[in-house]
């Protein structure tokens, strides 16, 4: 089992781009969640998914959409990056959302938005 | 604003001695409370986590304590072993959302051999 993937892994956009990130888990989870990471701000939510057709907004959820394919995908997209959105993305997923079961990650997306 | 806070941004310690990570948080919401590691480079992974009805949770060299009414809670590592060097992370999920976790901003913590 590859766990929880992410791609990219290193992105760098211009102000104003767009782009997807892609995740994606083989674990039969039905939870997924988005996460940004940042100096000195720790993880924060940006948006979750607790099972196939359902979206939540997270802590941090604006400048941002996020697509849940079916249940092993969960994308995350930027429809016009700024600096502010440079940042490491995490994606995550958790076998029952109801239940605080632990959260398995994926590597990380790099993104840096010039 | 922080709802969960971790103050010390690192922390050394002697091989086979004890490590303290501390916690604090805000919210008297939270009903759930995790520890993550994270190595560089890596997403986190999970480490413990204990239900707001328990006061201390254990597994094996880990063991996390939970004060209520301080809201505060440590993971001691006994004994701290150089692979366990990594930024360790508190998270906390609010009861009445079911999905929301909460994290810390990380302590480092270094075991020097």
């Known amino acids: 089992n590859a766990g929880v993937t992410q791609t990219p892994k290193f992105q760098v956009l211009k102000t104003g781009q767009s782009m997807t990130l892609q995740c994606a888990q083989d674990m039969n989870h039905n939870s997924m969640y988005w996460y940004r990471q940042d100096p000195g701000m720790g993880l924060r939510l940006i948006y979750y998914?607790?099972?196939?057709?359902?979206?939540d907004k997270g802590e941090v959820p604006n400048g941002y959409n996020v697509s849940r394919l079916n249940k092993r995908e969960f994308s995350l997209r930027l429809e016009s990056a700024a600096p502010s959105q440079t940042s490491v993305y995490f994606c995550?997923?958790?076998?029952?959302?109801?239940?605080?079961?632990?959260?398995?990650f994926g590597p990380g997306t790099r993104l840096t938005v010039l | 604003d922080q709802q969960v806070k971790q103050n010390s941004p690192s922390l050394s310690v002697q091989e086979g001695r004890i490590s303290i990570l501390n916690c604090d948080y805000t919210?008297?919401?939270?009903?759930?409370f995790l520890w993550y590691k994270k190595y560089p480079a890596e997403g986190p992974t999970f480490l413990i986590s204990i239900s707001s009805i328990k006061d201390k949770n254990e597994d094996g060299r880990f063991t996390v304590f939970l004060n209520k009414s301080a809201k505060h809670l440590s993971l001691h590592i006994v004994p701290s072993q150089p692979g366990d060097s990594a930024v360790y992370f508190c998270a906390a999920r609010e009861s009445n959302t079911g999905n929301q976790f909460y994290f810390g901003t990380g302590t480092s913590l270094t075991v020097i051999p």
């Open positions: 919210n008297s919401m939270f009903d759930y």
């Open positions: 995550a997923s958790s076998l029952q959302g109801g239940i605080p079961n632990e959260q398995f």
């Open positions: 998914s607790a099972s196939e057709g359902t979206t």
